[in-house]
């Protein structure tokens, strides 16, 4: 399975963002998606999940109520809606996928290459 992330971009505080990973190679409905971001300068962290049934999400306590992940499997696309953005949103956003694994521990096996989003004050 190949990820492919877009959607990044420069925003100012408040604002939204939508991000998308499209999978190739294979079917997204199979596999348990996820989105991590890096900071400059900071780890690598989680920021939400959903289950390859989509009958469950997940998010960190730092995006919950701002951001929400959903899935269009007939697009094979899973998407992150990013709203009240704030400066500290500022990172490199990742999508993972996995057959198995649905955790908030970046273990999970297909990466994409990301997308960077700013977020000016």
Not at 56 to 78: C, W
Not at 95 to 110: E, F, I, V
Request: charged share 15%; glycine share 12%.
């Amino acid at each position: 399975v190949q990820l492919q992330a877009s959607g990044g971009g420069l925003v100012q505080a408040g604002g939204s963002l939508r991000l998308s990973c499209a999978a190739s190679g294979g079917t997204d409905s199979g596999y348990h998606m996820a989105w991590f971001r890096q900071g400059p300068g900071k780890e690598r962290e989680f920021v939400a999940r959903v289950k390859s049934s989509g009958s469950s999400t997940y998010y960190a306590d730092s995006v919950k109520g701002r951001f929400t992940i959903s899935r269009d499997s007939a697009k094979n696309t899973v998407y992150l809606q990013m709203n009240s953005l704030k400066p500290e949103d500022t990172a490199v956003y990742y999508c993972a996928a996995d057959p198995l694994y649905y955790g908030r521990y970046a273990t999970y096996t297909y990466w994409g290459q990301g997308t960077l989003v700013t977020v000016s004050s």
